[in-house]
């Protein structure tokens, strides 16, 4: 009894698919570009929107980032030789992070 259960839980140990690093590079570049969004976002809200120059070229650095990342994650999610659940967070949160910088700086342009 003891043995077939053993031998079914490593069963289904051994089916387990590998955790894409693609997948987890285009999380970690995502999240990197959000934690951007957010100081800047904390740094314009203390000086009243007078910021230095540096964050606009900064944060055009961070949308770069995030679309790179949005593109990592959308070659990983093709591959389907990974587990499921990296993949589907990778293409999530970078498009989460492309959306923001994109939806910030069109409607700084349509509104500034």
Do not use: C, H, Q
């Amino acid at each position: 009894m003891y043995e077939e259960r053993e031998r079914r839980r490593r069963r289904r140990r051994d089916d387990r698919k590998p955790v894409s690093t693609e997948a987890i590079t285009a999380v970690i570049l995502a999240g990197v570009s959000i934690l951007i969004f957010a100081v800047f976002l904390e740094a314009a809200a203390e000086s009243s929107g007078n910021t230095a120059a540096i964050y606009g070229g900064l944060g055009v650095f961070a949308m770069i980032l995030s679309i790179v990342s949005l593109t990592v994650g959308v070659r990983a999610y093709r591959n389907e030789n990974f587990s499921r659940a990296p993949r589907v967070a990778g293409v999530v949160v970078s498009a989460v992070a492309t959306f923001v910088w994109v939806g910030l700086y069109l409607t700084g342009m349509f509104l500034g």
